[in-house]
Structure formats: C-alpha cells, structure tokens
C-alpha cells in the first residue's frame, strides 16, 4: 500500500509555469508506475502523463506533449509534473496514481490515488 499526497498547486496566469509535486509514504516509490491526471469541473478526469518504474519512457497526453514534463526521484519518494505555458484549458484538479503493473494511459488500471491539487489558470 502507498499513500499519495499532491501539492504545487495555485492559481496562476496564463503564459506561466507551475510544477506539482506528489509525495509517496507506506512504500518505496520505486515499486510503482506512476502517473497523473486532471479532471475539469463537468468533464472526465483525463490523462496527462506516465513515467516508468526508473524514470525512463515517459508518454504524455497530446494536449500537453512539449509543455509538461514528467519526473521522479526515487531518493526522495516524489514525482513531479512540470507545467509550461499554462492555458485556461489546463485548470483542473490534478491527480497522481499509482500502479505496481500497469504502466499506460487508463486511469482505470492505477489502484492508488492521492486527493488532488487545484490548478487555475486565469487569462
């Protein structure tokens, strides 16, 4: 079992950056694919992105591919998601996940969740 705690998130201007973080406590961070999603007031939480067990192959939702970047660092049990030129289309609560199988794109195959970070983004 692993617990997830989101943080990072505010309210920002469009154009600019934020980077969220998501700290792991009950088990080595390490075991766990990990990833984010968001989810907009009346819509569908949604990808965003993946990163595998070392931190290599990260895959990303199109809406975000160039603007955000997925990190971790096992060390310190976090994973990050580095937001670029912010848009009002990128407000949501954003989540992290985490999986110990499953390494893709379905929310529905990550079996632990943390409680999710605001992000506004005003124009």
């Known amino acids: 079992q692993v617990q997830l705690v989101e943080s990072g998130g505010r309210l920002v201007q469009a154009g600019g950056s934020l980077r969220l973080s998501c700290a792991a406590s009950g088990r080595t961070l390490s075991s766990f694919f990990m990833g984010w999603f968001r989810q907009a007031p009346g819509k569908e939480r949604e990808f965003v992105a993946a990163?595998?067990?070392?931190?290599?192959?990260?895959i990303y939702a199109d809406s975000v591919k160039g603007l955000f970047t997925i990190s971790r660092d096992n060390a310190k049990n976090t994973v990050y998601l580095q937001m670029n030129s912010l848009t009002v289309e990128d407000t949501a609560v954003y989540y992290c996940a985490a999986s110990l199988t499953y390494f893709g794109i379905n929310k529905d195959r990550y079996t632990y969740w943390g409680q999710g970070t605001q992000v506004t983004v005003s124009s």
């Open positions: 990163i595998n067990k070392n931190g290599g192959s990260p």
